[in-house]
């Protein structure tokens, strides 16, 4: 058995990864959900040893590693959805369903002609891969009915001597933390569904909630100048605010935003704040007071995150506060809303087709 401690010796680790990979070996390796069992996603005599490795599998298909989104682009096909996860929430836990090529075979791509990509936000396998110039496969190192392995050392005890006769290179880099394995995503209809802790608490507020303005928009710009609209007509008093956004990843949530910064006069443009947790865009009331727009992301973000985010601060200086992905947190940002007497708006952005949003706003 191989064991190589990529902490002190990474540039060895990935060279002799590569050499395993290269001749069809299977490694196992260190992910920001768990450790992966990687083999050359390619080759199919390395896809057979994974699936005798994992047992118990059916037809379940074997989701693949990338080191960017031009790797994915050489195997998948990306629409305007799988594009915006890339470019917006990647790398990171989320594994991204997207139509073949035609390249790559079973089991890595489905019955359906699907294949699940990984872009996994974790620099030594990054690298790894960028190395090895092609993707390996990232289903979790465990058997098929054993736990999640976050350790090297517990994993060997899992594993049945057959099994761990398969591992031709462990790679390890200690107890890993024991997050939860990663989002997966279908956009091959173009669409998405996602369910998470918090939409139903958030849904359910609606019914008690009057709705103020509703429209469906056709485009991306219908959709910033409705914001414009909502703004002027409601965020323009230079009263503090918080505009709670619901909705999938690439509804318009941003784009909404964007359009509460232009009818503010907001310099900068916005963006998503995905990786820096909150934005700030300076810009000048109609008093011509400095005021600041906070645009803040809570897609990455835990319970005891968010009370260190910065978000209390930037109400209690009176800053109007964009917050996307408001449903995850929305009993909490709600308690600080009713006990700082500061009003919420709540934004449902759905999709209706590929161009088409539903938009509804509640008090």
């Known amino acids: 058995m191989n064991r190589i401690d990529i902490r002190n010796k990474k540039e060895e680790a990935i060279k002799k990864a590569i050499e395993v990979l290269e001749n069809g070996g299977l490694i196992v390796y260190p992910t920001e959900t768990c450790y992966g069992l990687g083999g050359d996603a390619t080759n199919p005599e390395a896809l057979k040893k994974i699936m005798e490795y ?13 080191s960017d989104k031009d790797m994915a682009k050489e195997y998948v096909e990306l629409n305007e959805i799988a594009d915006n996860l890339y470019e917006n929430y990647l790398p990171g836990p989320i594994t991204v369903i997207s ?13 359906q002609g699907a294949v699940g990509v990984r872009y996994p936000d974790y620099d030594f396998t990054l690298d790894l891969i960028k190395a090895f110039g092609k993707p390996i496969t990232a289903t979790s190192a465990n058997m098929s009915y054993k736990s999640t392995p976050y350790s090297i050392d517990q994993l060997i005890k899992d594993l049945p001597k057959k099994s761990l006769n398969l591992i031709d290179l462990f790679l390890d880099v200690g107890e890993l933390p024991k997050n939860q394995p990663s989002t997966v995503l279908d956009t091959t209809l173009n669409e998405l569904a996602v369910l998470r802790q918090g939409k139903i608490e958030f849904e359910d ?29 409601y965020l323009s008093s230079g009263v503090p605010s918080v505009v709670a956004l619901s909705g999938e990843l690439g509804a318009g949530k941003t784009q909404f935003a964007k359009g509460v910064g232009e009818s503010l006069n907001v310099k900068d443009i916005v963006n998503s704040p995905t990786y820096t947790i909150i934005n700030e865009y300076s810009y000048i009331d109609s008093n011509g007071n400095e005021k600041v727009l906070a645009h803040m992301d809570t897609w990455r973000l835990d319970e005891n995150e968010l009370e260190k985010s910065g978000l209390i601060e930037h109400l209690e200086k009176g800053d109007i506060v964009l917050i996307e992905w408001a449903d995850k947190f929305y009993q909490e940002i709600k308690a600080l809303c009713d006990n700082m007497n500061i009003p919420m708006y709540k934004v449902v952005i759905k999709y209706i087709s590929l161009d088409e949003r539903s938009i509804e706003i509640y008090e």
């Open 205 to 233: 507020a609606l019914v008690k909630n009057k709705k103020i303005e509703e429209i469906n928009t056709k485009s991306a710009e219908e959709t910033i100048n409705f914001a414009k609209e909502f703004t002027k007509k």
């Open 99 to 111: 139509v073949s090529k035609g390249n790559l075979v079973p089991p890595v791509v489905s019955l």
């Open 54 to 66: 994992k047992k118990l599998r059916g037809s379940k298909p074997i989701s693949i590693a990338v």
